[in-house]
């Protein structure tokens, strides 16, 4: 038997060093995102990257209105959370650096933050917002978004084939700033602590709130980076390699998500349109096609993206600003025209099934990605050849 130091290091290894399975993540992300709901509201992404686009434009002169406070505006502090919980990780774990890919690879970052920019404005939200968050609230809109996203990465998988076809990354750029001492990550848990401190006594309006988000968003953070979760895994892989480990901790992270929300909304603890929008069935079809498509090209979801930023990769930093920058306009630009309220209508679907029947849709559905994606693992039938 080891002493008790050696244990401690064995447990330290565990959480800190070594990679989390898929499965773990998705279980840990399911419950997170349940808290989340609980503190108040859902778990999303683009709000608040479209915050950080708005602030852009506001003070570049282009909008008007004066955007919410970044460091007071719910899903910002989510997201702020979330990079600085991914950043602890990658810190403590000694896999921080700033990575320069080679120019072709900042160019599709370019465009595909564009693709997701789009998509997720039609979609009202990305694979977290858009998909993820709101099939857990049962909302028909997340199950349009599903079949967009599949389709999308198809499109993009494509894409990339013939990229490597006919054209040569060129040389990568350098690698910086690498081997930070674990000890700057402690001192980052640390101020994390202090921030939320700091939130639960100010006297700002509903500042208190702000350090739930900003606590549990640190822990997605840091359950995405040590587990390397990743949505454009999930659904890329089963379609290039046939390996399914990510989809299945996705279908089954969805599954308890799902079975949470839906007691919290039951019992009349949280509204029952959060996350139930007015863009099914076409605009989350369409904007799930284009997120999709543009995911696979960017290497990175709006999740997957904010965590690979804290991590230091470059092409990912490129991918979120611009994928900001063109929520922000597009929004701004489709709020203006008034075409929000076109892209389809809201269908909560305890309306039409009850409770029960709407989370046996949600299992059903994803029991069949988990059962298709398994069987393709051994037979390799829906991957797709270069």
């Not at 709000?47 to 852009?56: A, P």
């Not at 996203?149 to 750029?173: D, Q, R, S």
């Not at 840091?222 to 895994?233: D, E, P, T």
């Not at 389809?344 to 039409?352: F, I, M, Q, R």
Request: proline share 3%; hydrophobic share 50%; aromatic share 16%.
């Amino acid at each position: 038997m080891g002493s008790f130091g050696e244990r401690l290091v064995g447990v330290y290894e565990s959480v800190f060093k070594r990679t989390w399975s898929p499965m773990t993540g998705g279980i840990i992300l399911a419950i997170l995102a349940i808290y989340m709901e609980a503190w108040q509201r859902p778990w999303g992404i683009v709000g608040g990257l479209r915050n950080w686009g708005d602030w852009v434009f506001y003070m570049v002169g282009l909008f008007d209105k004066k955007p919410p406070h970044i460091l007071f505006y719910s899903s910002s502090v989510m997201n702020l959370g979330l990079l600085a919980g991914a950043w602890v990780s990658a810190i403590i774990a000694r896999e921080f650096a700033f990575r320069v890919p080679p120019m072709l690879e900042i160019w599709k970052g370019f465009f595909a933050g564009i693709l997701m920019g789009v998509g997720s404005t039609l979609a009202y939200g990305c694979n977290v917002g858009g998909f993820y968050s709101a099939v857990q609230n049962l909302a028909a809109n997340g199950f349009a978004m599903m079949v967009g996203l599949i389709a999308g990465v198809i499109v993009g998988l494509k894409y990339l084939y013939w990229e490597m076809e006919h054209f040569t990354p060129g040389p990568a750029g350098p690698t910086f700033l690498g081997n930070i001492p674990p000890v700057i990550g402690f001192i980052g848990l640390v101020g994390l602590i202090v921030a939320a401190y700091a939130y639960t006594y100010s006297n700002v309006e509903d500042a208190s709130l702000m350090a739930g988000y900003l606590l549990i968003g640190a822990g997605i953070g840091f359950v995405f980076h040590r587990s390397r979760l990743c949505m454009v895994n999930a659904f890329r892989e089963p379609f290039m390699t046939g390996e399914a480990a990510m989809g299945k901790a996705i279908a089954v992270s969805i599954t308890l998500g799902a079975v949470g929300v839906a007691i919290l909304k039951y019992a009349g603890l949280r509204d029952t349109s959060l996350f139930v929008v007015s863009s099914f069935w076409w605009g989350s079809l369409l904007g799930g096609f284009i997120f999709g498509t543009g995911m696979v090209v960017a290497g990175g979801c709006g999740s997957g993206s904010l965590w690979r930023v804290a991590e230091g990769q470059i092409k990912l930093w490129v991918v979120m600003i611009t994928f900001a920058l063109t929520n922000s306009l597009m929004r701004h630009w489709f709020g203006e025209n008034h075409w929000m309220s076109k892209l389809g209508k809201a269908v909560y679907l305890p309306d039409t099934f009850g409770y029960g029947g709407s989370i046996f849709l949600v299992i059903a559905a994803m029991l069949v990605w988990y059962i298709v994606i398994d069987w393709n693992e051994e037979s390799n039938k829906l991957v797709i050849e270069m």
